[in-house]
């Protein structure tokens, strides 16, 4: 628990995520010692003593953590404490104890839980500090597109939050650790109160890491302890957006946790993955044909075993950046030389040509680019046809992977590189089979 006369000291400057350095104020907290303290870029020179709405934001972010944990502690009326005695039907239980009303619970956290609150507060204050920054930063590429929208108040967002009673704080920021991967396109018709629901969650679960969120659907990437990831994963398929369109496999998990990321990062975007076209002319509502593993398989066989290559139908297209090509690709196939995403309609506008009445199989890490790519390659009637990879093996998919198994990525480790001194890490069980034939740069 903090010492009262303990000051939590803020650097004068602050290196942003550009490398850019600037000028921020000294905010100094009486009652919080923060261990990993965070800077507030100020536009005054006002210090905390004097700025009221830094202690605002201090006293919101407080009570906030407060609230967060005494609802976590709720649970339905029971013979213990029935209805009749119980506040709104609702008691709380905490410490092998049952709390028939607020009185006693808030008395309860106050006395015993202070340490978990107070590090509940300073992740809130992370989180506000850090949309301060956000806001105060509009040149910033990726930040600019945020879109406003309303949110939801505070009952209804913890009224979806999942119950933490049974779990310790310990057990749920402690203890093995993962980073779950997901995405989702769907329409989300309010943006802004799917945004505030998020937020809450992963904070109410210590999670951190990065979400986007727009019309289009989600794309997030969050680390914690697996007791939150796996309360997160439930309260993601249980809403009501997504229970009748994720499924527990869409979740990519990799071993990490919360250390994995600096912060926690929620907000509205255009887009959830930066193609740079309005989601309104370019819609994944178009996208290419979907092929199962097996299918991609076959079709990647078949162009193969055409010679040359260079005379063939089809086009086996990698929608990765160039460094996530260059660690392992697919033989034989086009890796256009791209730093993002965004660069993709450049490349695909000034090589039109080559794509001109040919097939198009098309493969990135775990699909999500390639579901507005090839919209973006039909929208331009060049190609044939378009058909696109969605998920790995039947084995790597039944234990969450993205990519081929460990025993593979092992074998594709120790593979010799190649003249051009790319490592191609595609052989294994499920890829040995392939006829061979001499690599044709296109």
């Known amino acids: 628990m903090p010492n009262c006369s303990d000051t939590a000291m803020i650097p004068s400057s602050v290196l942003l995520d550009g490398g850019d350095e600037v000028e921020c104020c000294i905010l100094r907290f009486p009652d919080l010692d923060l261990k990993d303290p965070f800077p507030l870029t100020a536009k005054s020179n006002l210090k905390a003593e004097s700025d009221t709405s830094v202690r605002k ?10 609230a967060l944990f005494v609802k976590a502690k709720e649970v339905p009326a029971t013979a213990s404490c029935p209805p009749a005695m119980c506040r709104a039907g609702l008691g709380w239980k905490c410490c092998r104890q049952t709390f028939k009303d607020l009185t006693g619970i808030h008395i309860h956290v106050a006395a015993q839980h202070s340490s978990d609150v107070w590090q509940q507060t300073g992740l809130i204050l992370k989180q506000l500090a850090t949309e301060a920054n956000t806001s105060s930063n509009p040149a910033s590429a990726d930040e600019a597109d945020r879109l406003s929208g309303p949110t939801c108040n505070s009952q209804e967002l913890s009224d979806r939050l999942p119950d933490t009673s049974h779990i310790s704080f310990d057990e749920l920021t402690s203890g093995v650790g993962e980073v779950l991967l997901y995405y989702c396109y769907c329409e989300v018709k309010d943006p802004g109160r799917l945004c505030a629901w998020q937020k809450s969650l992963c ?62 990062r929620v907000g509205v975007f255009e887009e959830i993955v930066p193609l740079g076209i309005n989601p309104n002319k370019v819609s994944y509502k178009e996208t290419g044909i979907h092929l199962s593993p097996e299918e991609f398989h076959k079709e990647v066989e078949k162009h ?9 139908d089809t086009i086996l297209l990698d929608c990765r950046n160039f460094y996530e090509s260059k660690i392992g690709h697919f033989q034989g196939c086009l890796a256009p ?12 506008d000034e090589h039109l040509e080559l794509f001109k009445n040919k097939r198009v199989l098309m493969y990135c890490t775990g699909g999500i680019r390639c579901e507005r790519g090839s919209a973006y390659l039909r929208t331009k009637a060049a190609c044939r046809e378009c058909r696109q990879l969605v998920l790995t093996c039947p084995s790597c998919r039944a234990k969450g992977f993205t990519a081929c198994c460990p025993v593979c990525q092992e074998k594709g480790l120790k593979l010799a590189s190649n003249p051009s001194g790319w490592i191609v890490k595609e052989a294994c069980e499920c890829t040995d089979r392939r006829q061979r034939v001499p690599v044709t740069h296109m």
């Open 57 to 66: 934001k201090y006293a919101f972010a407080k009570k906030k953590a407060f």
């Open 203 to 264: 904070q109410h679960l210590n999670l951190t890491g990065k979400v986007r969120i727009a019309s289009e659907g989600i794309n997030g990437t969050v680390g914690g302890s697996k007791v939150a990831t796996s309360l997160y994963i439930e309260a993601m398929l249980s809403h009501p957006l997504f229970k009748t369109i994720l499924c527990r496999e869409d979740f990519k998990s990799s071993a990490g946790g919360a250390h994995c990321f600096p912060d926690l």
């Open 304 to 312: 193969l075993s055409q010679a040359p290559q260079a005379e063939s």
């Open 337 to 348: 030389d791209i730093r993002k995403f965004s660069y993709f309609p450049s490349y695909i």
